[in-house]
Nanobody
Framework: QVQLVESGGGLVQTGGSLRLSCAASGRTFSPYSVGWFRQAPEKEREFVASIWVGGTKRYADSVKGRFTISRDDAKNMVYLQMNSLKPEDTAVYYC???????????????WGQGTQVTVSS
């Protein structure tokens, strides 16, 4: 069992930056692929970024060039650096971990509770 806790959300102005953190406990993070998803009010949860065991990264088109995912397995942490934030980035952001290769939300095994990111215009 892996417990995930997100932090780092908040209120920021358009063009600002935030860094989200995802802390894992229960088991070491290193064998898991980790993804970030987000869900805005009245919208479906959508993929944001993922980083696989080997370090390969993938991003949604909407965040490419603005967001960067990284991991520090020694600290059992995954980060999402978000720059040039836009109002449409406003959502609850979730961290998720998968024991196997995962590209879709349903393939992830463990989820955090989420952290709110609000970008004001």
């Amino acid at each position: 069992q892996v417990q995930l806790v997100e932090s780092g959300g908040g209120l920021v102005q358009t063009g600002g930056s935030l860094r989200l953190s995802c802390a894992a406990s229960g088991r070491t993070f290193s064998p898991y692929s980790v993804g970030w998803f987000r869900q805005a009010p009245e919208k479906e949860r959508e993929f944001v970024a993922s980083i696989w065991v080997g370090g390969t990264k993938r991003y949604a088109d909407s965040v490419k060039g603005r967001f960067t995912i990284s991991r520090d397995d020694a600290k059992n942490m995954v980060y999402l650096q978000m720059n040039s934030l836009k109002p449409e980035d406003t959502a609850v952001y979730y961290c998720a971990a998968a024991r196997n290769y995962a590209t879709m939300a349903y393939q992830y095994d463990y989820w955090g509770q989420g952290t709110q990111v609000t970008v004001s215009s």
